[in-house]
Each structure stands twice: as structure tokens, then as C-alpha cells.
């Protein structure tokens, strides 16, 4: 579960290996093998890489049951706006946001 956790919190921050490499102070490809599985990772990397994706160690380790969406910032700060809004407002966002995705064929 971790080499998973690993790649995907990577590829989603559009980091390489030699970035996260960089922020545990390894090299690229020992931080290679921690997502082929081929090496385990030290408990300060883990609280390092939790810290700086803003997850929690249990959610790398795959102990935490819930999946976290990932997003992006402006994604987040539109769902704040998105969670602001009364009944009305969240309708006639819904509303477009629906009409958009079957204009562009997204389901």
C-alpha cells in the first residue's frame, strides 16, 4: 500500500523522484526503491513525507479506512465557496456543473 501511496501523492503534486528525494535528503534512486518496495522506509521519512503532503502516517501506511481525495487548491478553496452558498446557490451550481460535463461527454 505505501509504494502506491508514495507514487500517487508524487505524481498528483507533479513532483518527480529526485524532488521528494531532495526533501528526505536521499537519493533519487533510494527513494526509488521505496516505491518498488524494494527497501522500507525510517519512521523520519514517513512523518516527513505526512507533514509535507499534509496526510497523516496512517493514511501512507494504508491503516486509514477512509480514501482522502486529493485536490488542488483552487479546488479547495471553490468547494469552501461551494459549502458557503445556500440551497438555491448549490442548486444552480449543481445545475451547471451538469450541464458542462454532458456538453463534454463526462459522466
Known sequence: MLRHRLRELREFN?????????LLNIT???????????????HES????AD?????????LGREKREIFLCTE???????????LNEH????ITTLLEI???RINLK
Open 14 to 22: 507533479r513532483l518527480n523522484q529526485a524532488d521528494v528525494a531532495a
Open 28 to 42: 533519487r534512486g533510494a527513494y526509488s526503491m521505496y516505491e518498488t518496495s524494494k527497501r522500507q522506509m525510517n
Open 46 to 49: 514517513l512523518c516527513i513525507l
Open 52 to 60: 509535507f503532503y499534509k496526510i497523516t502516517v496512517d493514511y501512507l
Open 74 to 84: 483552487a479546488e479547495k478553496e471553490h468547494l469552501v465557496k461551494l459549502r458557503k
Open 89 to 92: 446557490g448549490k442548486k444552480v
Open 100 to 102: 458542462e460535463c454532458s
